[in-house]
T-cell receptor, first 116, second 115 residues
Framework: GAVVSQHPSRVICKSGTSVKIECRSLDFQATTMFWYRQFPKQSLMLMAT???????TYEQGVEKDKFLINHASLTLSTLTVTSAHPEDSSFYICSARWGSGANVLTFGAGSRLTVL | AQTVTQSQPEMSVQEAETVTLSCTYDTSENNYYLFWYKQPPSRQMILVIR??????QNATENRFSVNFQKAAKSFSLKISDSQLGDTAMYFC????????????FGKGITLSVRP
């Protein structure tokens, strides 16, 4: 089946540093990937849609200069949190669409970012 | 724009019993899919079941089934013979249309299965 690998699963960063999270589709090609943010006991909040070979589409209120998305290949999308601050601490999840028609998403295992 | 509403934040059920999780949505589209996702404590999102709106038959996956009422825009999930491993957050989700369609999630419901 379709598998999405997301790394790192956990990361702790100092305030002011940048951190990159990778999302890979292991056995299928994903022209579109999605990045979500989730606070404890809340739903997933879509941050941006990552499109292979073009600029990401950001949701309203999401700072594109803060959350850099690169989708350089059909199997890899990266989210870079630049100049991280404690308020960026959160759980970040990526997903990729596979198959045609059904719009089924396969999710990565998520990345817990803690900014000290 | 599509909206998804899950009005129950928490539910609890005794092991081996049946529980129904509610979801309503709003859309002007006629053909679409609906999904239920499960997020256990590991936080890995897992697809539980999906329903195609143009199919009148309710989807079933083992102990999971849906009650899809298209006219009422209702899409509830029934879990039969609840197991401890069913303890999780459950999200109802509705995809928008278009080349870069995206899923709109409900707020989720925390289900606890009691031994």
């Amino acid at each position: 089946g379709a598998v999405v690998s997301q790394h790192p699963s956990r990361v702790i960063c100092k305030s002011g540093t940048s951190v990159k999270i990778e999302c890979r589709s292991l056995d299928f090609q994903a022209t579109t990937m999605f990045w979500y943010r989730q606070f404890p006991k809340q739903s997933l909040m879509l941050m941006a849609t990552s499109n292979e070979g073009s600029k990401a589409t950001y949701e309203q209120g999401v700072e594109k200069d803060k959350f850099l998305i690169n989708h350089a290949s059909l199997t890899l999308s990266t989210l870079t949190v630049t100049s991280a601050h404690p308020e960026d601490s959160s759980f970040y999840i990526c997903s990729a669409r596979w198959g045609s028609g059904a719009n089924v998403l396969t999710f990565g295992a998520g990345s817990r970012l803690t900014v000290l | 724009a599509q909206t998804v509403t899950q009005s129950q934040p928490e539910m609890s059920v005794q092991e081996a019993e049946t529980v129904t999780l509610s979801c309503t949505y709003d859309t002007s589209e006629n053909n679409y899919y609906l999904f239920w996702y499960k997020q256990p404590p590991s936080r890995q999102m897992i697809l539980v079941i999906r329903q195609e709106a143009y199919k009148q038959q309710n989807a079933t996956e083992n102990r999971f089934s849906v009650n899809f009422q298209k006219a009422a825009k209702s899409f509830s999930l029934k879990i039969s013979d609840s197991q401890l491993g069913d303890t999780a957050m459950y999200f109802c989700a509705f995809p928008s249309c278009g080349a870069n369609s995206k899923l709109t999630f409900g707020k989720g419901i925390t289900l606890s299965v009691r031994p």
